[in-house]
Structure formats: structure tokens, C-alpha cells
């Protein structure tokens, strides 16, 4: 039998595929060259090479001088990314005419990133035993939503929560744009000593996949012997990183661009699943450690505005593991659609240019969420009850106006919250 026409057929199928890899590795080439886009498999390769790049010092000076990071964000060899310690620089003046006043002043506005020397979202300081005065000492953990972001520093959630609870230490340990990793470390390595009446981790749902996105940023959690353990990071610096890591020298353009278009219609699934199951285990250890602290553990959740589909299936999931856990939660969606009739067609969320559907809450959604917190420590005990609010604010530059909810003419509770410090010195 003669084979050498299927032995030629082979010959140019396997010559066509040369060619046609030959092509394709030309023209992606040319393509990240065009573009100046990063050639990467998935997230942690696109934050590894992107970041190299710009070590030592960022030529625009936006991210890093001297392996030092510019802005608000810092970097713990534990930890990860974390907050900078008495960070203020955030804070910024404005001409305008106070409420209630018919002069212009220069008013003093602390922002949404306003740190202490323990890095914590909050102006004062604390000591390690609390005060005998301070009814609760609660200690937040959470990402952008817990810091306050878009609002100014008295609006946000943090100090929304104190203003509703009389004499109330509220220590915020958020890092904005972190995940459960970050909230899991700051409790076990900062937050432990204080000995917190109540710990709330407040979970944004896409914050179950960021403790996968890159070996720069997070902390290095493992599941030991059933255990949540806090581990080594591979970096624990910026220079250690900046000095250990190897760009490829060699790597084919085509190959990568495949699999990197693949990673980026699977990951977020896959990483969103693993952080479920790390989250899971983080829940059993967070309820060991607060019991034997004498410390009540609770959860919140918040969703997304406008949340793509898999978010709305996770945070199903999430809601279902905290209830197989026992954990006590808030959920966040729910109360407030069951406040929708009151406040009408107020939306929850904080609109500007660059999200014009709102990435965070606006004042109203911080003040309520912190009131749905307060009122799920009321009803586990740790705070006596008292009173709930309407919130009324239209604009960060502009007062909240906190109505009694039981309000009558001639009530003297209304009480209001301004936004800044008047005046400034």
C-alpha cells in the first residue's frame, strides 16, 4: 500500500500549522506592540509585570518612588496592601456658605481616606483597654464600602455607626479595594489585642474572589489541618519583589493571548467559588477566636449596584453559608428594599463621572446601612435599643438631617450631621 499521499497530506497539515502559528505570533506581536497592552495568562502575570515595570520610581509619579507607594495604600510584608499610617492628605477645603449661615467660609472636609497611626478609617486614637466610659467598642473590617468611599469622612459608615449608638468606640480596619484576606488578617494580627464587644466583617460579594488577584496585594491564607493559617508572602516587600522576580525572557504572544482570553471568561467564576470555600473556612475560625475572646462575631453583605448575574448568584451562596454556619448577618439588599417605599425613588448610590451608575453608597446608603448594623446589635444585646432615624441629604457639601422615625411637632431630636469642620484655622 502505498502511504505517501497521507504521508503528504500530514506534511502540509503540519506545515500549514507552522505557518499559521508563524502568522499569528506576528500579528499579536504587533498587536501589544500597537496597543502597549501587557502580555499576560491571567490577573496575577498582568499585576507582576505591570508593577516591575514601574519599579523603582514610576516615571509619572503616580505609583511608586523608591519602592515606596504613593497615596493612600501601603504595603505590610504580612498584610499585603494595607492603609499608610496618619494618612490625611486626602482632606480638602471649600468655599461655601453653611447651613443656617449668610456668610461664605473656608470649611475643612475630612475625606473617606483619613487614617490613625494604627491605620485604622479613623481620626482619633485608641488605647488598648477600652474606656469605662465607651458603651460597645465594635471593630469593622471591609473594603472601599466600609471606608466610606465617595462620601466625606463624617458620612461614611464608620462614624455613622457611632453617631447612632451613644458613646460607642467604632475602630475601622478597612483597606478599600481588598478582600477577605485583608479583613481575616487585620483581625487575627491588629485587631485581637483590643478585645472588641463586636467584630463585623462587611462583605461587598466581589470581595470573595480578590484574595486571588495578585501575589503583590493579598495575604497568604491557607487552610492547615482544617485551620485558617497565615502564611509567608512570597514577596514580602516591594524590593524583595522588584529584586526576586524574572521577567520571561522567551514566551510566544499567540499562545499566551489564547490562554490569557480563556482565564478572562473563566477566572472570575473559578475565583469566586475558591473564595466561597475560603471564606467558609474563614467563618468556622473567626467563631472559634471571638468565643474565646468573650467577642460576638457578625456578618453583613452588600451587593453591587447593578450586579452582573454571577454576582447575584453568589450572593444567594453567601447568604446560604452563613445561615449553615450560624453566623448572625445583616443583609444589606434586603433592608433596604424594605425601606424603598420610605425614601421613594432615592437611590442607595453615590453617582459621579467615572460610575455614573453609582460604585458606593451616597450618604443616605451609609447612614442606613450603619443604622441596619445598630439595630442587629440591639437585637442581640449588645446595645440598648433607641432611636431610629429617616435621613435626609441630598449632597456631600450639604448637612444629613436625622428625623426620629417616631417624630412629632415639637420633638427636639432631630439631630444633624454636618460634613465638615467649621471653621478652619
Given at each position: 500500500?502505498?502511504?505517501?499521499?497521507?504521508?503528504?497530506?500530514?506534511?502540509?497539515?503540519?506545515?500549514?500549522?507552522?505557518?499559521?502559528?508563524?502568522?499569528?505570533?506576528?500579528?499579536?506581536?504587533?498587536?501589544?506592540?500597537?496597543?502597549?497592552?501587557?502580555?499576560?495568562?491571567?490577573?496575577?502575570?498582568y499585576?507582576?509585570?505591570?508593577?516591575?515595570d514601574r519599579?523603582?520610581?514610576?516615571?509619572?509619579?503616580?505609583?511608586?518612588?523608591?519602592?515606596?507607594?504613593?497615596?493612600?495604600?501601603?504595603?505590610?510584608?504580612?498584610i499585603?496592601?494595607?492603609?499608610?499610617?496618619?494618612?490625611?492628605?486626602?482632606?480638602?477645603?471649600?468655599?461655601?456658605?453653611?447651613?443656617?449661615?449668610?456668610?461664605?467660609?473656608?470649611?475643612y472636609?475630612?475625606?473617606?481616606?483619613?487614617?490613625?497611626?494604627?491605620?485604622?478609617?479613623?481620626?482619633?486614637?485608641?488605647?488598648?483597654?477600652?474606656p469605662?466610659?465607651?458603651?460597645?467598642?465594635?471593630?469593622?473590617?471591609?473594603?472601599?464600602?466600609?471606608?466610606?468611599?465617595?462620601?466625606p469622612?463624617?458620612?461614611?459608615?464608620?462614624?455613622?455607626?457611632?453617631?447612632?449608638?451613644?458613646?460607642?468606640?467604632?475602630?475601622?480596619?478597612?483597606?478599600?479595594g481588598?478582600?477577605?484576606?485583608?479583613?481575616?488578617?487585620?483581625?487575627?494580627?491588629?485587631?485581637?489585642e483590643?478585645?472588641?464587644?463586636?467584630?463585623?466583617?462587611?462583605?461587598?460579594?466581589?470581595?470573595?474572589?480578590?484574595?486571588?488577584?495578585?501575589?503583590?496585594?493579598?495575604?497568604?491564607?491557607l487552610?492547615?489541618?482544617?485551620?485558617?493559617?497565615?502564611?509567608?508572602?512570597?514577596?514580602?516587600?516591594?524590593?524583595?519583589f522588584?529584586?526576586?522576580?524574572?521577567?520571561?525572557?522567551?514566551?510566544?504572544?499567540?499562545?499566551?493571548?489564547?490562554?490569557?482570553?480563556?482565564?478572562?471568561?473563566?477566572?472570575?467564576?473559578?475565583?469566586?467559588?475558591?473564595?466561597?470555600?475560603?471564606?467558609?473556612?474563614?467563618?468556622?475560625?473567626?467563631?472559634?477566636?471571638?468565643?474565646?475572646?468573650?467577642?460576638?462575631?457578625?456578618a453583613?453583605?452588600?451587593?453591587?449596584?447593578?450586579?452582573?448575574?454571577?454576582?447575584?448568584?453568589?450572593?444567594?451562596?453567601?447568604?446560604?453559608?452563613?445561615k449553615?454556619?450560624?453566623?448572625?448577618?445583616?443583609?444589606?439588599?434586603?433592608?433596604?428594599?424594605?425601606?424603598?417605599?420610605?425614601?421613594?425613588?432615592?437611590?442607595?448610590?453615590?453617582?459621579?463621572?467615572?460610575?455614573?451608575?453609582?460604585?458606593?453608597?451616597?450618604?443616605?446608603?451609609?447612614?442606613l446601612?450603619?443604622?441596619?448594623?445598630?439595630?442587629?446589635?440591639?437585637?442581640n444585646?449588645?446595645?440598648?435599643?433607641?432611636?431610629?432615624?429617616?435621613?435626609?441629604?441630598?449632597?456631600?457639601?450639604?448637612?444629613?438631617?436625622?428625623?426620629?422615625?417616631?417624630?412629632?411637632?415639637?420633638?427636639?431630636?432631630?439631630r444633624?450631621?454636618?460634613?465638615?469642620?467649621?471653621?478652619?484655622?
Open positions: 500500500m502505498d502511504t505517501a499521499p497521507l504521508r503528504n497530506k500530514i506534511q502540509l497539515f503540519i506545515c500549514t500549522l507552522i505557518l499559521m502559528f508563524i502568522f499569528g505570533e506576528i500579528v499579536f506581536r504587533i498587536y501589544y506592540s500597537y496597543t502597549g497592552r501587557i502580555l499576560a495568562t491571567n490577573e496575577d502575570e499585576c507582576m509585570k505591570l508593577n516591575y519599579l523603582p520610581t514610576d516615571k509619572n509619579a503616580k505609583f511608586f518612588r523608591d519602592f515606596k507607594r504613593l497615596g493612600w495604600l501601603d504595603d505590610d510584608p504580612i499585603g496592601i494595607t492603609n499608610k499610617k496618619r494618612y490625611y492628605l486626602d482632606d480638602y477645603t471649600k468655599e461655601i456658605k453653611p447651613y443656617g449661615s449668610n456668610t461664605t467660609e473656608q470649611l472636609y475630612p475625606s473617606a481616606r483619613t487614617f490613625n497611626s494604627k491605620r485604622m478609617n479613623n481620626r482619633e486614637e485608641f488605647t488598648i483597654e477600652k469605662k466610659n465607651a458603651s460597645i467598642r465594635i471593630a469593622l473590617f471591609g473594603d472601599s464600602f466600609t471606608c466610606g468611599e465617595d462620601v469622612f463624617f458620612f461614611g459608615m464608620g462614624n455613622m455607626l457611632k453617631e447612632l449608638i451613644q458613646n460607642s468606640e467604632v475602630m475601622n480596619f478597612c483597606v478599600g481588598r478582600g477577605t484576606d485583608v479583613m481575616y488578617a487585620r483581625y487575627a494580627l491588629e485587631a485581637k483590643y478585645k472588641p464587644d463586636a467584630v463585623i466583617f462587611n462583605v461587598l460579594v466581589d470581595d470573595l474572589q480578590r484574595p486571588f488577584t495578585c501575589v503583590l496585594r493579598n495575604a497568604n491564607l487552610i492547615v489541618n482544617e485551620r485558617l493559617v497565615i502564611g509567608p508572602r512570597k514577596y514580602p516587600t516591594i524590593k524583595d522588584y529584586e526576586q522576580y524574572k521577567k520571561p525572557k522567551i514566551e510566544s504572544y499567540l499562545l499566551k493571548h489564547t490562554i490569557g482570553t480563556y482565564n478572562a471568561h473563566t477566572r472570575y467564576a473559578k475565583d469566586m467559588q475558591h473564595g466561597l470555600e475560603l471564606f467558609s473556612a474563614m467563618l468556622d475560625e473567626m467563631k472559634l477566636q471571638t468565643k474565646q475572646q468573650g467577642t460576638q462575631f457578625f453583613t453583605f452588600i451587593q453591587e449596584n447593578d450586579p452582573r448575574e454571577i454576582s447575584n448568584e453568589y450572593y444567594d451562596k453567601l447568604k446560604k453559608l452563613l449553615q454556619k450560624n453566623v448572625t448577618f445583616f443583609d444589606s439588599v434586603e433592608y433596604f428594599q424594605q425601606h424603598e417605599q420610605e425614601y421613594k425613588e432615592i437611590s442607595w448610590y453615590a453617582s459621579n463621572k467615572e460610575y455614573p451608575r453609582g460604585a458606593h453608597f451616597n450618604p443616605t446608603g451609609y447612614a446601612f450603619a443604622q441596619g448594623i445598630k439595630q442587629m446589635l440591639e437585637n444585646n449588645l446595645i440598648q435599643k433607641n432611636t431610629n432615624y429617616h435621613f435626609a441629604n441630598y449632597d456631600n457639601d450639604e448637612i444629613m438631617v436625622m428625623i426620629p422615625e417616631d417624630y412629632t411637632l415639637g420633638n427636639t431630636n432631630v444633624i450631621i454636618k460634613p465638615y469642620i467649621e471653621p478652619l484655622n
